[in-house]
């Protein structure tokens, strides 16, 4: 997903909108249940370029039907090196219909979901105003 990860690497967390399927599914590292639908994994997405410090991809894995990679990263929370995994599969389109982040190890999950649940309230308020339109 050279898209996404060049948006990542660029640091252009806003740009990552126009990369997600409409029905696209996050399954985030610290919550239970997925999130689904380009609004709120956009905003969940720019939430995460504010909290990850020092960001880099290390490694990238691509499925052999060219629909699925793995880009393995590197950054910080709060100030806690993280180590972690984005799996993205796309659909026909191209565009990305499955997010997955898998991150290690513990303190570092801790540190990403405190960190993130201070973003919360933004999150939210930034996914009504990208489905309204506002």
Do not use: C, W
Not at 41 to 62: H, N, Q, S
Not at 87 to 112: F, K, Q, W
Not at 123 to 130: L, T
Request: hydrophobic content about 50%.
């Amino acid at each position: 997903m050279n898209d996404f990860r060049a948006a990542v690497e660029a640091g252009d967390y806003a740009a990552l909108g126009d990369l997600l399927a409409e029905d696209v599914v996050f399954r985030s590292p610290v919550a239970f249940k997925p999130y689904e639908g380009r609004a709120i994994v956009a905003a969940i997405l720019r939430g995460v370029g504010r909290v990850f410090t020092d960001f880099r991809y290390v490694r990238e894995l691509e499925d052999a039907d060219g629909r699925g990679s793995a880009l393995v990263f590197e950054t910080y929370a709060d100030g806690v090196s993280l180590h972690g995994i984005d799996l993205i599969r796309t659909n026909d389109a191209g565009l990305i219909s499955e997010l997955t982040v898998m991150v290690r190890p513990l303190s570092a999950a801790n540190a990403l979901a405190q960190a993130m649940a201070a973003q919360f309230p933004q999150i939210q308020a930034e996914a009504v105003a990208d489905m309204t339109g506002e």
